[in-house]
């Protein structure tokens, strides 16, 4: 089968933060420079928790590991726990692997990493989250094709949705959907076996649900402290052949809060290997 890997951000809010959780900068940090983009979410709380939910055959967590981090910290792979794990280093070591498990099945898995440290050095930090899924058939390759927010594809449900944001110059091809309306919706309508979708997120960001086709409705928080850009926003695969269709509304917590929309990655399967398209695709989300 085609192997993909899958990356995204600490920054993206496929990761659930507990409120414990903190954003690492350089204002507080003078080494944030050597975190991937240069950013990272850390947490000095005991039993301070983030979680994450995946659908693959293998996951690896990377972070950094110093002199001011946890003695202890704990990771739990669906039912089973592993740990304890010692997160210090007399050397500053960044962008390492603070956990990584594979050979799994290939169907959905949720971790969570617990910090377990205690007193004033128990810092542990994410910087990045890395997995890989197997799609398709064995004689099949992976197609991507990017799909712009201003592609028919997109259905923007009603008016309250605005295509010049004033940060266009940050998006991909300079466009953009954003809407401040609580409530107010978009569906992609694609065909293919993996989608991931992308948009910003910052202080005018809020909550958003994400509905695939038409099953239940997950929640994501698109608040940061800063204005961020590409970020994966959802990520599907393994849908099958035909037509899908995924959902993103505005569930706002405080009126005037932003749901932006940026572009879509939409995966298809080829049988034809005389093609030339790699096998395995490796694309940071």
Do not use: C
Not at 77 to 82: A, I, R, S, Y
């Amino acid at each position: 089968m085609p192997l993909v890997t899958n990356l995204i951000d600490d920054k993206s809010p496929l990761i659930q933060y507990d409120s414990t959780w903190i954003p690492g900068n350089s204002m507080g940090d003078p080494y944030a420079d050597r975190y991937y983009l240069g950013t990272f979410s850390t947490n000095n709380v005991t039993n301070g928790q983030a979680s994450f939910s995946f659908n693959g055959t293998g996951v690896w967590i990377y972070g950094a590991k110093r002199s001011n981090h946890a003695t202890y910290y704990y990771v739990q792979l669906d039912d089973v726990t592993w740990g304890p794990y010692n997160g210090v280093s007399t050397t500053q070591a960044f962008m390492q692997p603070i956990f990584n498990d594979s050979g799994l099945t290939q169907q959905m898995h949720t971790l969570t990493l617990t910090n377990q440290g205690s007193g004033s050095n128990n810092y542990v930090d994410i910087d990045l989250i890395v997995w890989q899924s197997e799609v398709g058939n064995s004689d099949q390759q992976v197609i991507r094709e990017t799909v712009q927010d201003t592609d028919s594809r997109f259905q923007y449900h009603n008016s309250a949705w605005n295509s010049s944001p004033s940060d266009a110059k940050f998006y991909s091809n300079g466009t953009g959907h954003y809407t401040e309306v609580d409530g107010a919706a978009v569906t992609l309508t694609f065909t293919g076996e993996m989608v991931t979708l992308f948009g910003a997120i910052g202080t005018s960001n809020g909550l958003y649900s994400v509905q695939l086709d038409g099953g239940n409705a997950t929640q994501y928080n698109g608040t940061a402290f800063l204005p961020f850009y590409g970020v994966t926003l959802f990520h599907a695969d393994n849908l099958g052949s035909g037509q899908h269709q995924v959902t993103l509304t505005n569930t706002a917590s405080v009126t005037g809060q932003q749901l932006s929309i940026d572009y879509a990655i939409v995966s298809t399967l080829s049988d034809d290997t005389s093609r030339s398209v790699p096998r395995f695709l490796e694309h940071p989300l």
